[in-house]
């Protein structure tokens, strides 16, 4: 049974290149920090939800701000050895933007995050589900796997990030990861959710606030999620893999690509050989297909 995460088709969607070097190639992701940053949060609300789930209560709000010191100062830890690990890969660029990113001050807005949190949304919600693990099948073979990070007890799904700039307005009726998460919603409890809330942390030493962006009825189309994601399965079955960022995009540029030199080498080499050189076994399975070719036409 072949599994695919939302992180993983949403790899896909932003850059298949991407999607080919850290899935395919196993090349390990972008080391930043303020990826750790955000899992430090994460796993703070996380833990605060699973204890209020359990007690009504909760972590109070400055064992919250332990644990997320206690947290980040881990992930870090883990980030420095994957920064050596990628180190091959990466630019001056990127190495030099990232030396400047101030621990200290991230610790700082982390800090305020939680303290808007705890004091604006907080007192409303009543955790349900806490990082559920969900999968459905999209067809026979392929299936979307997951974990729902927070449910109250009125059957709304929340999806909690965390920002440096504060969020436009958005219909998360669109959004592609509420939409998995409706379908994996209906699998695990058997019952449609009754609203959605997708709630940003907005980070800032000096005004940290709440922005949330709710749909009191929501409503998929089931059948264009699932096509949707059949389409980029079968695209990387394939082997269609193009990067189509315009040179000026930040997204694959020298400060903020991990992947950047992948890129470049792979418009240089084109795909074969530059799959012949990072991936031995897709060079055994060429050489395997074009002799069964031949045998055939012999």
């Not at 660029?93 to 949190?117: C, P, R």
């Not at 949304?121 to 990082?131: G, H, Q, S």
């Not at 559920?132 to 979307?144: D, H, I, T, W």
């Not at 440096?164 to 959004?175: A, E, F, K, L």
Request: charged share 30%.
């Amino acid at each position: 049974m072949k599994q695919v995460s939302f992180t993983q088709l949403m790899t896909y969607v932003r850059c298949p290149e991407h999607y080919l070097f850290r899935y395919v190639l196993g090349i390990r992701r972008q080391p930043r920090k303020v990826f750790k940053h955000g899992f430090a949060m994460h796993e703070t609300l996380q833990y605060h939800f699973e204890q209020k789930k359990a007690d009504g209560k909760g972590i109070a709000l400055a064992e919250a701000k332990e644990f997320f010191v206690d947290s980040f100062g881990s992930a870090l830890e883990d980030y420095k050895q994957e920064l050596e690990e990628a180190r091959p890969y990466l630019t001056r660029e990127y190495l030099s933007k990232e030396k400047h990113v101030n621990v200290g001050d991230m610790i700082d807005t982390g800090l305020k995050g939680l303290e808007v949190y705890f004091r604006h949304l907080n007192p409303y919600i009543d955790p349900d589900l806490v990082e559920e693990p969900f999968a459905f099948s999209v067809r026979p073979g392929l299936e979307v796997v997951g974990r729902m990070d927070l449910t109250d007890k009125k059957d709304v799904i929340h999806e909690l990030k965390t920002t440096r700039v504060t969020p436009n307005h958005q219909d998360i009726r669109t959004d592609a990861q509420i939409s998995i998460y409706q379908i994996g919603y209906k699998e695990v409890t058997g019952r449609a959710p009754k609203g959605l809330s997708k709630d940003y942390i907005v980070l800032s030493k000096n005004n940290s606030k709440i922005v949330r962006f709710r749909v009191v009825r929501p409503f998929i189309d089931k059948k264009t999620v699932l096509r949707s994601i059949e389409t980029i399965m079968d695209a990387v079955q394939k082997n269609i893999f193009f990067c189509l960022h315009p040179a000026e995009s930040w997204i694959c540029s020298k400060e903020w690509c991990a992947y950047y030199k992948l890129h470049q080498e792979i418009k240089k080499l084109g795909f074969q050989a530059f799959m012949e050189k990072y991936a031995p076994r897709y060079h055994s399975r060429r050489q395997s297909s074009t002799l069964d070719t031949k045998g055939k036409n012999a």
